[in-house]
């Protein structure tokens, strides 16, 4: 059956599918998507026969799932379920069993929505311009009955080789001992960590709401939000722990808070992660997005890295990631992508390089990141502005012969000299400006952000 294109569009987005359960994504629906994904990739060929098909904890995920694993075998491909799965673990799945593969979750969204990422063979991402406006096409327009005979479905528990593969990836024998509390946010890492982590002798985990419930009771399952870290750091500090770990709800991505229960920042997770890998491959190229840290590029170079700089997104970083052939790559908002994972992200295995650094040695997680800060910064602040363009040129007047170099590679990065910069950049979904500043000070970065956020009030409101 054909569906209106106006829902389709908003639902089916550039990198992802993703939507208000009952609303604008239901059984039907999914199905549809399912039978367009199964047609792309017979289509293409070289794919196999298999779609494997994982879920996250929330209410709709099982049976969101098995209705779209019917659209899948309706068109004569074969569905392997590996059950309730953090998206790095399905991505494992695609790679594990060289298959395309299916993750329904709506990662950090509320409860009220669910969404599918898809994969092909190897854990490759499928975007709008690699499959999913094909797909939103089909979907739109009725995806065609398939003649041949109905693919079969199979369940396949991938978790323990999951664990296992992410410790073979990073060596855990010799580590001092630790205490680590883990905030799972009643997300799949209430699922995970404990296959990963619990067989590592050298650690004793501490588990604050691993309780799988998407119905998300305790706090969102959002760690980039700082309100939704206060309970895991008060966490650390309670049970004397060495390290806090928080998971978003996919538990694709990790945050770390020290024994003092102070956040670390990504972009030093970002270069401490970067650090290791270089150790063992050196001049390999490391990716970092353009409003990490500059720090990150400086401590590549030092490594004997490469730095690889990158718009922010997903889709970009993990383009880069396999035509540069890079070791690693890092985002600001704590993903982190492995060549070794077959250049996908994973929270999980960003974690066990940070416990292995901190267990190699003595000194607190305080002391041993302390080595890879060395700028202040901003965070993301949000404006909402009618014209960003005009926005835009205002703030770059205001700031004249202060600047020393403008960068367009995403929105603009002005270059202020002495470490100092920021980047503004344009929300892709809604009207807003995006500002992120980094400077050597936290006096300088208040002065930058009042800067700018006088260029820009004459055309909006601040955004908190």
């Known amino acids: 059956m054909s569906r209106p294109a106006a829902v389709v569009n908003r639902v089916i987005k550039a990198y992802d599918v993703r939507g208000l359960v009952g609303e604008e994504i239901d059984e039907a629906f999914v199905a549809d998507v399912g039978a367009a994904f199964a047609r792309l990739l017979r289509g293409e060929g070289g794919q196999g026969r298999q779609v494997a098909v994982g879920y996250d904890m929330r209410e709709s995920s099982p049976t969101l799932s098995a209705a779209f694993a019917e659209g899948v075998t309706a068109q004569g491909l074969d569905v392997v379920r590996i059950g309730l799965a953090s998206t790095d673990q399905l991505y494992f799945a695609s790679g594990f069993l060289n298959c395309p593969g299916a993750m329904f979750t709506a990662s950090h969204n509320p409860a009220a929505y669910n969404g599918i990422k898809l994969c092909r063979a190897g854990a490759k991402p ?3 311009d690699t499959g999913l406006s094909i ?3 089909e979907v739109i327009a009725g995806v065609p009955a398939y003649e041949g005979p109905r693919g079969d479905i199979r ?9 296992q593969f992410l410790r073979s990836l990073v060596n855990m024998t010799e580590l001092r001992p630790l205490r680590v509390a883990v905030d799972a946010g009643n997300g799949m890492a209430g699922h995970t960590a404990p296959a990963v982590l619990g067989p590592i002798s050298a650690l004793t985990l501490l588990p604050l709401y691993f309780e799988l419930d998407g119905t998300f009771p305790n706090h969102e399952a959002n760690p980039l939000e700082p309100a939704n870290l206060v309970d895991l750091q008060k966490f650390v500090l309670a049970s004397n722990a060495d390290i806090g770990l928080a998971f978003d709800g996919d538990a694709d991505r990790c945050f770390v808070v020290d024994e003092l229960g102070k956040p670390i920042s ?21 990716i970092h997005n353009l ?23 997903h889709s970009y970083i993990k383009g880069l990631m396999a035509d540069s052939g890079a070791i690693f790559g890092g985002e600001h908002s704590a993903h982190y992508y492995f060549r070794d994972f077959w250049g996908a992200d994973s929270g999980m295995l960003a974690a066990l390089h940070v416990l292995a650094a901190l267990g190699e040695q003595d000194r607190p997680l305080s002391d041993l990141m302390a080595d890879y800060h060395r700028y202040e910064s901003s965070g993301e602040i949000n404006f909402r502005v009618d014209d960003a363009p005009t926005c835009v040129e205002a703030v770059l007047k205001s700031f004249g012969s202060q600047v020393v170099s403008l960068d367009h590679l995403d929105g603009v990065t002005v270059d202020l000299g002495d470490g100092a910069w920021f980047n503004l950049r344009t929300s892709n979904t809604e009207p807003l400006l995006r500002l992120n500043v980094e ?5 300088e970065v208040d002065d930058i952000v009042r800067r700018v956020g006088a260029g820009i009030s004459a055309h909006s409101e601040a955004v908190t």
């Open 126 to 128: 499928v975007g709008d």
């Open 135 to 137: 797909i939103r096409g």
């Open 155 to 163: 369940d396949q528990d991938v978790l323990a080789d999951y664990g």
């Open 266 to 286: 990504p972009s030093a997770v970002t270069a401490l992660v970067a650090g290791r890998e270089l150790s063992r491959e050196i001049g390999a190229a490391v």
């Open 291 to 313: 409003i990490t840290s500059r720090a990150v590029p400086e401590l590549v170079i030092e490594r004997g890295g490469t730095p690889v700089r990158s718009r922010v997104g």
């Open 439 to 443: 400077a050597r000070t936290a006096e």
